[in-house]
């Protein structure tokens, strides 16, 4: 039962991720994305503290509260390098500075990603999944993961949506995670036929 | 005289790609509002011709805004820009007020578009 | 030299020499306990203020109050005196900080449980480090007892 329950997220992550890369593809104009597949798994607490394998590594971290019919947290990593080339490909300035303007236009990209990802899961299920404001930080990836489990209250075991994604031609990757609450993922798993969960 | 418009978004880029977009079309933009609250202090201070709102904000939510200004005004022309695209949201805003609704990322014609249509 | 990592929720202790180290540190509290005289020296990392029942089987060091009874004990089967130990703190931030809350964040939960549990066992807190809105590595070495703690874009301190 359990295969299936994460067979199930992964096509959740691919239907949903393919709407966020979409969208952020008009957003640079239509520059060409790529999917990793997504990956679904059921991570204890230890193994989810562990899920950041360069703990030092500096990454724009952009965190949103889903609430409504569904609810969890998504948040979305890309190493900073990546993100200053959004922010150059978007705003136009390529000074690599991340000042105000940078995270502004980080966090809009943040934003839409997430809510076009979370539009699209609403499609499917007529559940409402509505984002919060984004929360965005810049710091090390152990310290933005840990203060994302801390804030999903993710206490002993989490189920984790993550799509990895790059882009065509430009050294971009980056990590869509959707951490949805355990009931309220049953409620998914339901009305998409595929039982109890 | 050209048409008067009141920006209201949370983030300051997206203002700036509004306000780009906005302007390149002939319009002024005479004020910007970064959350429900201030777009309702500016709409009474300003009186634009037409507003653009945004969804998820913080203090105050753009539907919330929206039923404040159409007390204010009830032919204020407000269109919404939010990346929230989904059906219960679109029919909250419209009911609420709103004469269009335009999901993010928007084409700069879309915007425009609504302009024209709702800013005659 | 040898360098012990300690993740979330983990304790570790060295005794005589060697680095205790934890990255990380976002709305976590990183804390060392220390007893100079026999050189022992322990490091946890705090995730949240209270255990609870729905996690029976928890490691004791991710929460601040069954924690710090587990430092303790760990430092005195090493051979230190709870009466001895000195403890220095790092961490408690609030990472996104444009978000706005209802209530204090997570981090400063963290920091007042943990001050608070240090109060009781009567630990002296001689170096700090917590607050703001940044993430924090915490390298604790047992030798002088010495903490320096680490940030981006900030100068190294010595806590």
């Given at each position: 039962?359990q295969?299936?329950?994460?067979?199930?997220?992964?096509e959740?992550?691919n239907?949903?991720?393919?709407?966020?890369?979409?969208?952020?593809?008009?957003?640079?104009?239509?520059?060409?994305?790529?999917?990793?597949?997504?990956?679904?798994?059921?991570?204890?607490?230890?193994?989810?503290?562990?899920?950041?394998?360069?703990?030092?590594q500096?990454?724009?971290?952009?965190?949103?509260?889903?609430?409504?019919?569904?609810k969890?947290?998504?948040?979305?990593?890309?190493?900073?390098?990546?993100?200053?080339?959004?922010?150059?490909?978007?705003?136009g300035?390529d000074?690599?500075?991340?000042n105000?303007?940078?995270?502004?236009?980080?966090?809009?990209i943040?934003?839409?990603?997430?809510?076009?990802?979370?539009?699209a899961?609403?499609?499917?299920?007529?559940?409402?999944?509505?984002?919060?404001?984004?929360?965005?930080?810049?710091?090390?990836?152990?310290?933005?993961?840990?203060?994302?489990?801390?804030?999903?209250q993710?206490?002993?075991?989490?189920?984790?949506?993550?799509?990895e994604?790059?882009?065509?031609?430009?050294?971009?990757?980056?990590?869509?995670?959707?951490?949805?609450?355990?009931?309220?993922?049953?409620?998914?798993?339901v009305?998409?036929?595929?039982?109890?969960? | 005289?050209?048409?008067?418009?009141?920006?209201?978004?949370?983030?300051?880029?997206m203002?700036?790609?509004?306000?780009?977009?906005?302007?390149?079309?002939g319009?002024?933009?005479?004020?910007?509002?970064?959350?429900?609250?201030?777009?309702?202090?500016?709409?009474?201070?300003?009186?634009?011709?037409?507003?653009?709102?945004?969804?998820?904000?913080p203090k105050m939510?753009?539907?919330?805004?929206?039923?404040?200004?159409?007390?204010?005004?009830?032919?204020?022309?407000?269109?919404v820009?939010?990346?929230?695209?989904?059906?219960?949201?679109?029919?909250?805003?419209?009911?609420?007020?709103?004469?269009?609704?335009?999901?993010?990322p928007?084409?700069?014609?879309?915007?425009?578009?609504?302009?024209?249509?709702?800013?005659? | 030299?040898?360098?012990?990592?300690v993740?979330?929720?983990?304790?570790?202790?060295?005794?005589?020499?060697?680095?205790?180290?934890?990255?990380g540190?976002?709305?976590?509290?990183?804390i060392?306990?220390?007893?100079?005289?026999?050189?022992?020296?322990?490091?946890?990392?705090?995730?949240?203020?209270?255990?609870?029942?729905?996690?029976?089987?928890?490691?004791?060091?991710?929460?601040?109050?069954?924690?710090?009874?587990a430092?303790?004990?760990?430092?005195?089967?090493?051979?230190?005196?709870?009466?001895?130990?000195?403890?220095?703190?790092?961490?408690?931030?609030?990472l996104?900080?444009?978000?706005s809350?209802?209530?204090?964040?997570i981090?400063?939960?963290?920091?007042?449980?943990?001050?608070?549990?240090?109060?009781?066992?009567?630990?002296?807190?001689i170096?700090?480090?917590?607050?703001?809105?940044?993430?924090?590595?915490?390298?604790?070495?047992?030798?002088?007892?010495?903490?320096?703690?680490?940030?981006?874009?900030?100068?190294?301190i010595?806590?």
């Amino acid at each position: 039962m359990q295969e299936a329950k994460l067979d199930f997220l992964k096509e959740l992550a691919n239907i949903g991720t393919g709407h966020a890369t979409t969208a952020l593809s008009q957003m640079l104009s239509g520059k060409l994305f790529q999917l990793v597949v997504p990956e679904a798994r059921l991570l204890h607490f230890e193994e989810a503290a562990r899920f950041v394998e360069s703990l030092e590594q500096v990454v724009v971290g952009i965190f949103i509260v889903v609430s409504g019919d569904v609810k969890g947290h998504m948040a979305f990593l890309l190493p900073v390098d990546s993100a200053m080339v959004l922010v150059r490909l978007l705003t136009g300035d390529d000074s690599g500075e991340v000042n105000d303007m940078a995270l502004s236009a980080l966090q809009e990209i943040g934003n839409i990603m997430i809510t076009s990802y979370l539009n699209a899961l609403s499609k499917m299920t007529d559940l409402l999944m509505a984002p919060s404001v984004p929360g965005v930080a810049v710091d090390m990836a152990g310290a933005i993961w840990q203060s994302v489990l801390a804030g999903a209250q993710v206490i002993n075991e989490v189920t984790l949506i993550r799509t990895e994604f790059y882009a065509d031609g430009e050294s971009i990757e980056g990590n869509i995670i959707f951490l949805p609450d355990e009931d309220d993922f049953k409620k998914i798993a339901v009305l998409l036929g595929l039982g109890e969960g | 005289m050209s048409k008067t418009v009141l920006i209201t978004d949370d983030t300051a880029f997206m203002r700036m790609t509004l306000r780009n977009v906005i302007e390149k079309n002939g319009y002024s933009v005479v004020g910007e509002a970064g959350d429900g609250e201030e777009a309702v202090a500016l709409y009474k201070e300003l009186q634009p011709d037409l507003v653009t709102m945004d969804i998820t904000m913080p203090k105050m939510d753009g539907i919330t805004a929206i039923k404040e200004i159409m007390k204010i005004d009830s032919d204020a022309k407000i269109i919404v820009c939010s990346a929230m695209g989904q059906k219960p949201m679109v029919i909250e805003a419209l009911s609420a007020g709103a004469k269009d609704f335009l999901v993010k990322p928007f084409d700069a014609e879309r915007v425009v578009e609504s302009l024209r249509k709702f800013g005659s | 030299m040898e360098e012990l990592f300690v993740n979330m929720g983990q304790i570790n202790s060295l005794k005589v020499g060697g680095i205790l180290t934890t990255v990380g540190l976002g709305s976590c509290i990183g804390i060392t306990l220390y007893d100079n005289s026999v050189k022992v020296g322990v490091m946890g990392h705090i995730f949240l203020p209270k255990s609870r029942a729905s996690d029976k089987n928890a490691l004791p060091g991710k929460y601040a109050d069954t924690g710090i009874i587990a430092m303790i004990k760990e430092a005195e089967n090493l051979g230190a005196l709870k009466s001895r130990l000195e403890a220095k703190l790092a961490g408690g931030a609030n990472l996104f900080s444009n978000l706005s809350l209802n209530g204090t964040s997570i981090g400063e939960q963290n920091a007042h449980a943990v001050i608070a549990e240090l109060e009781h066992f009567g630990i002296p807190i001689i170096g700090k480090d917590v607050g703001g809105s940044y993430g924090r590595k915490m390298r604790f070495y047992i030798e002088s007892g010495i903490v320096a703690v680490t940030a981006v874009g900030k100068e190294a301190i010595e806590i």
